[in-house]
């Protein structure tokens, strides 16, 4: 998921991997920097610690001020905190995987009437993914 994303090359974005974890990373004038990662949580893993396939997980970014945090299933796994970016709008993107996406929604604001100033802002991109069961990767 992406969140403060003002163009190709100036962004962050959350991910959960196949490989089991989960990470925040800010791509600023084009390079990544990873800020956070982590194992996930054994519920989504399976015996192999990869992400289980055709399970639905609902995932959430959050970015409140410089506090970036990434929800799977409504737990917290993974946060971080950035002062890079304090505006931009969000989407989703996904490598070498099939899923599916249901339920796609942005928050913006602090959830009054009023907007709150960009450094201080509150946006949450939410989704219900189902990660199938075929993979796809790159070939040489």
């Not at 959960?16 to 084009?30: E, V």
């Amino acid at each position: 998921l992406f969140a403060r994303y003002r163009t190709s090359d100036d962004l962050y974005v959350a991910s959960i991997r196949k490989d089991g974890l989960a990470t925040i990373k800010r791509k600023w004038n084009g390079s990544y920097t990873t800020l956070a990662q982590t194992s996930l949580p054994s519920s989504v893993l399976d015996g192999n610690g990869e992400l289980k396939t055709g399970d639905w997980h609902w995932l959430k970014f959050s970015a409140i001020g410089n506090d970036l945090e990434l929800f799977v299933d409504d737990t917290s796994v993974l946060s971080t905190t950035s002062g890079t970016f304090s505006w931009g709008t969000t989407g989703i993107r996904t490598d070498y995987a099939d899923i599916y996406l249901d339920d796609w929604s942005l928050i913006y604001g602090s959830g009054g009437s009023s907007v709150p100033e960009p450094a201080s802002a509150m946006l949450l991109a939410s989704s219900m993914c189902l990660l199938s069961a075929r993979h796809r990767r790159l070939e040489s």
